[in-house]
């Protein structure tokens, strides 16, 4: 589910045009847009404090078959969330699993395996390395 919910609208939306037997689905709530509360903490480990909201979109459908998806992406983005819903509910299926793997979930990772790559050698180059200079006396 993070590799639907965390890649690119277009290529999701892409490869699921091309997907060739997709199910009937249901939509039995949403896509609806809503706020979320993010919580930090200092160090990883300290107090939480409030950080903000994040705006999410969420999806529950319902396929042939009885298999319900659910599905929430950051932003406001109704397509992505109900396409990510009903690949979460067909991906139920055992049947349908391996060919949905192979034609969108896995080529989905690939590219925002790539994405976050180029994005860490991008920071990469504009990070900065500060060292204490000790005086000798």
Not at 64 to 70: I, K, M, P
Not at 73 to 100: H, K, T
Not at 115 to 133: C, G, I, L, N, Y
Request: hydrophobic share 40%; proline share 4%; glycine share 10%.
């Amino acid at each position: 589910m993070s590799v639907l919910a965390e890649s690119n609208p277009a290529d999701l939306e892409a490869l699921w045009d091309r997907y060739g037997e997709k199910p009937d689905y249901q939509v039995v709530l949403g896509p609806e847009i809503g706020l979320l509360l993010v919580q930090g903490r200092v160090g990883g480990r300290g107090r939480r404090f409030h950080v903000g909201e994040v705006t999410v979109t969420r999806c529950n459908v319902r396929i042939s078959g009885g298999a319900v998806g659910t599905a929430m992406v950051l932003g406001c983005r109704p397509r992505q969330a109900e396409i990510a819903a009903v690949l979460d509910a067909a991906l139920q299926d055992d049947r349908r699993r391996p060919d949905l793997l192979e034609s969108v979930v896995r080529p989905l990772e690939r590219r925002l395996k790539e994405a976050r790559r180029r994005e860490a050698v991008r920071v990469a180059a504009t990070q900065v390395d500060f060292s204490t200079m000790v005086r000798g006396e």
